[in-house]
């Protein structure tokens, strides 16, 4: 199997949030997608190492930012491979507590929508998590930041991403 058969595949890049007992925490997610329309529900993929997916699995509430195109790198950084058993990846970042006591990040953000888990599938190194969303807004006219543009700005992702790709084959190609 060829693994750039899948590097065609498009995604944005966003932040996944939720809180558990007054812990907050959130991760850099580009599998966020809409599922259906009427009600409206999203679904998204997380690593069951990451520390947002042990707390999201029993809060059962998030919120998702969409990062702007011009999001920094070192924002990314912050969110996406640091680990919130770490750190406090709010200190500092512009945000507000939602109507699910969810923070819904603001910095860097176009738009944000939360809502409560409706459903969880095992899909092996990841949970599918699929949501109501339960309100949302627009923050700004920006433009989404593309998966697509992170990589040609040279951004990588970890191996907690469920798209990581290995090294190897961005070489080989087998
Ligand atoms: C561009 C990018 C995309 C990512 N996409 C996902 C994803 O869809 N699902 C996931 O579980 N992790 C993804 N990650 C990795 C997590 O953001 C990363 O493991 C994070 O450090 C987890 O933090 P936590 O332990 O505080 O939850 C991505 C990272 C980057 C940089």
Redesign the pocket.
């Known amino acids: 199997m060829d693994p750039k058969s899948l590097w065609s595949i498009s995604?944005g890049?966003f932040i996944?949030t939720t809180v558990l007992d007054g812990k907050a925490?959130?991760?850099?997610?580009?599998?966020?997608i809409q599922v259906s329309a009427d009600p409206p529900r999203v679904a998204?993929?997380?690593?069951k190492?990451?520390?947002?997916?042990?707390?999201l699995y029993k809060s059962g509430v998030f919120a998702v930012s969409v990062l702007d195109e011009n999001t920094p790198m070192k924002f990314?950084?912050t969110?996406?491979?640091?680990?919130?058993?770490d750190i406090d990846?709010f200190e500092g970042v512009a945000h507000f507590e939602g109507t699910t006591g969810c923070p819904c990040v603001t910095e860097n953000a176009i738009a944000v929508f939360e809502g409560r888990v409706f459903d969880k599938m095992d899909v092996g190194t990841?949970t599918l998590f699929a949501g109501d969303v339960t309100s949302g807004k627009v923050l700004t006219d920006g433009k989404p930041l593309t998966?697509a543009q992170?990589h040609a700005n040279k951004?990588?992702?970890?191996?907690?991403?469920?798209?990581y790709r290995a090294p190897e084959s961005q070489t080989k190609g087998d």
């Open positions: 995604y890049i996944v925490n959130g991760q850099i997610t580009n599998t966020v998204f993929a997380l690593n190492e990451n520390f947002t997916h042990e707390l990314i950084g969110f996406g491979f640091k680990s919130g058993r990846k990841h998966y992170y951004g990588v992702a970890p191996k907690a991403a469920p798209t």
